[in-house]
Nanobody
Framework: QVQLVESGGGLVQPGGSLRLSCAASGATSRCESLTWFREAPGKERELVAKTTTSGTNTVYSDSVKGRFIISRGNGENTVFLQMNSLTPEDAAVYIC??????????????WGPGTQVTVSS
């Protein structure tokens, strides 16, 4: 089992920045990728950014490319999302997911509860 807790959300003015954190605990040694999603009212869940646990491969949605940066902490159990030049369209609940291998060859996804980001003047 893996437990995830996001933090760092809050209210920010347009053009501002926030740094989200996702802390993982439990059986994280076989986790292979870490992904940030977001959910806004009336919209489908959107993949925002994804990185492998090695940090060598990253993917961003077109809507955040050039403004957001996903990175790993010094240990393997924390992933950050640096969000710059925020607009009201970025307001959403941001959710962290890790994908981990099992002994029987399957991949299991674990989700955090999410952290609210509000962008408003």
């Amino acid at each position: 089992q893996v437990q995830l807790v996001e933090s760092g959300g809050g209210l920010v003015q347009p053009g501002g920045s926030l740094r989200l954190s996702c802390a993982a605990s439990g059986a994280t040694s076989r986790c292979e990728s870490l992904t940030w999603f977001r959910e806004a009212p009336g919209k489908e869940r959107e993949l925002v950014a994804k990185t492998t646990t090695s940090g060598t491969n990253t993917v961003y949605s077109d809507s955040v490319k050039g403004r957001f940066i996903i990175s790993r902490g010094n240990g393997e159990n924390t992933v950050f999302l640096q969000m710059n030049s925020l607009t009201p369209e970025d307001a959403a609940v941001y959710i962290c997911k890790v994908s981990c291998a099992t002994d029987w060859g399957a991949i299991v996804d674990y989700w955090g509860p999410g952290t609210q980001v509000t962008v408003s003047s």
